[in-house]
């Protein structure tokens, strides 16, 4: 992965006080196996038994290099969101100009969204597991002013640009609007990993979502 | 609470194929002060540590007529889950007819539905942090045919009666809305109790999404 040193300054180091060990040399790479390693544990038995040890068996490195690049495991778990919110960040949702259609702006966002929320729910109800992980999430998510409200911002900011060239109709509050869509992305991707994907298919699936908002958003009374 | 003989047809008593413990005379009551009990565990500390001794303790009952009433830990979580589900069936939304408001139909469903998944969200979220009670509940969900989708189906039906009654416009997916408002108050309601009601109130507030949902399905090019 690209950027790793401005991943870094994103990790928390320090979510418990305790800064982490850095002396002597640092321990030979492996952080992008470490992250993997992470959510893969995560994804087959949650949080209350993530070990850092384990981490590092599973990424086939020193459990002292995990400690280096991550701190704890709430450094840990926001990695892995962080990881996550990169490859999300890095979609391009198209400008929403006259020459652009909001039903393809839509669909790009949901797609990159639900990808992203992939990843980031399974650490968030993971943390939720343990007090010390739970505490860590929610002092990482206020402290850097980070969460879905990001995307509810991120959307309706582009919703409300969309409402400026004149795409979408001018009389709704675009931000209601951006959180609905990010809701039911969250709903979904949330059930598929609380209860299977043989469950989250007996919601409206995801192009669905798309049709209805762009039919409810085109302009009207004109 | 009423008709306690209905509920607890829906726990399940042999969720792990064991049949509770019946011999004998049942142990004399106290269901709700164990129900009431585990919720206030659930709150304080997730289910990691949720044992039917400690749920005993809280609600000054023998361990005995915890199994009794709900069989393991997960018939107590079900049990939490379909009370809170009981006093949200029990409210009246309102018929949507030609004389009815269709602001206030949703104003009175997302209020009772928040109500609802402040009890259930803790208890969902609490079974993903154990392998047992996370499959538990899912087998629960899938048999039985309860869960999220249940409440999509119950408002979806409610806007395509409006729609019948024109008094929302016939041009969206009425269960595709549906999804997108209970998915925002699903995603208000996770991100407080994981977060905390200082980040949910990052989000716009029900009042909000209410009145956006409400324009959005006034009938047009009539």
């Known amino acids: 992965m690209r950027n790793l040193r401005?991943?870094?300054v994103m990790?928390?180091?320090?979510?418990?006080g305790v800064p982490p060990?850095?002396?002597?040399?640092?321990?030979?790479?492996?952080?992008?196996?470490?992250?993997a390693a992470t959510l893969c544990l995560l994804r087959e038995r949650g949080a209350s038994r993530l070990t850092t040890r384990e981490v590092?068996?599973?990424?086939?490195?020193?459990?002292g290099t995990v400690f280096y690049h991550f701190g704890d495991r709430t450094g840990l778990l926001m990695a892995v969101i962080n990881d996550g919110l990169r490859a999300f960040?890095?979609?391009?949702?198209?400008?929403?100009?006259?020459?652009?259609?909001?039903?393809?702006?839509?669909?790009?966002?949901?797609?990159?969204?639900?990808?992203?929320?992939?990843?980031?729910?399974?650490?968030m109800i993971a943390a939720q597991s343990d007090a010390e992980l739970r505490d860590g999430m929610a002092q990482y998510f206020l402290a850097r002013n980070v969460g879905p409200h990001r995307g509810v911002e991120l959307?309706?900011?582009?919703?409300?640009?969309?409402?400026?060239?004149?795409?979408?109709?001018?009389?709704?509050?675009?931000?209601?609007?951006?959180?609905?869509?990010?809701?039911?992305?969250?709903?979904?991707?949330?059930?598929?990993?609380?209860?299977?994907?043989?469950?989250s298919a007996k919601f409206p699936d995801r192009a669905e979502?798309?049709?209805t908002v762009t039919t409810m958003l085109a302009p009207v009374g004109r």
């Open 21 to 35: 060990r850095r002396r002597g040399r640092p321990p030979s790479g492996g952080r992008e196996a470490i992250v």
């Open 155 to 199: 959307l309706g900011g582009a919703l409300r640009r969309a409402q400026s060239a004149g795409l979408v109709r001018t009389d709704i509050d675009a931000e209601a609007l951006a959180m609905m869509v990010i809701g039911s992305c969250f709903l979904r991707v949330a059930l598929q990993q609380m209860i299977g994907s043989d469950y």
């Open 11 to 16: 990790t928390p180091p320090d979510a418990d």
């Open 89 to 123: 960040a890095d979609v391009h949702f198209g400008q929403p100009d006259p020459g652009s259609d909001i039903g393809t702006l839509l669909d790009r966002f949901t797609s990159a969204l639900e990808g992203f929320l992939d990843i980031a729910v399974v650490a």
């Open 209 to 211: 979502l798309v049709r």
């Open 56 to 63: 590092a068996a599973r990424a086939g490195t020193a459990e």
């Open 6 to 8: 401005k991943l870094r």
